[in-house]
């Protein structure tokens, strides 16, 4: 690892950037890991902490590094691709990119009436009930993504005694209760991230995160549940193919 050798006429942020993401390139600092603590960092550099952290922040803001709370800022393996050219669930995403899936399941509510949005997008009316599930996502323990799923009751009667921790919910959907998910609808923005959001997401410096709602339908076009899904901008990217119509 070459030492690092502060110039004049480029800012000392922009040169301590440059100098990380040489390592991070040349291997030193290895892809999937940790970077060394900010006090080590900066003592090692011999720039200031806010220097650093400068630095680290734009490595952050182009998708090479993020941060964990209370943890530190860690090197991207590589974002993950979300193709949205097939309809997969989260687990399978995951397991295809290689990566561990799991959740934490942060809500179950049963017995909801559904308010106006969700009536029009689930075809339901008033005198329906629906199922709220907030669940965090993980791929190899790294928080992925922030979901809300609302499904109508009658569709999955008896859905609470499923380990939704553990178990993939479109494959107790279409194996279970036999309502196979054939196609979806998908519309993706950008928000703003809340404090809490932030939190559980392990983010502490993005001030957007993408959000998306999908609808996934069965048989005979019935809407089957919504999702509302919030991803942290550095670690997704997702891709269309689109052929030209002719």
Known sequence: MNPFKAKKGTPLYKQVYDWIKANIDSGHFEMGRQLPPEPT???DLGVSRSTLRQALQLLIDEGICYQQQGKGTFIHSKRSRYELTVLTSFTEQMMAKGKRPSSK????TTNL????????KLGLTANDRIIKIVRLRFGDDVPMSLETV???EKL???LEKY??????????IENDYNHPVLNGSISIEPDEITEKEATLLEVTSNKSILHMESINYTRNSRPLFITFARYP??????TV?????R
């Open 150 to 152: 609302y499904i109508d």
């Open 113 to 120: 009436v559904p308010d106006s949005y969700l009536q029009l």
């Open 156 to 158: 999955c009667v008896g």
């Open 41 to 43: 960092l900066s003592r």
């Open 233 to 238: 901008k550095d670690r997704y990217i997702f």
């Open 105 to 108: 399941l942060l809500e179950f």
């Open 163 to 172: 380990d939704l921790s553990n178990k993939s919910m479109y494959h107790i």
């Open 241 to 245: 193919n689109m052929p030209r119509r």
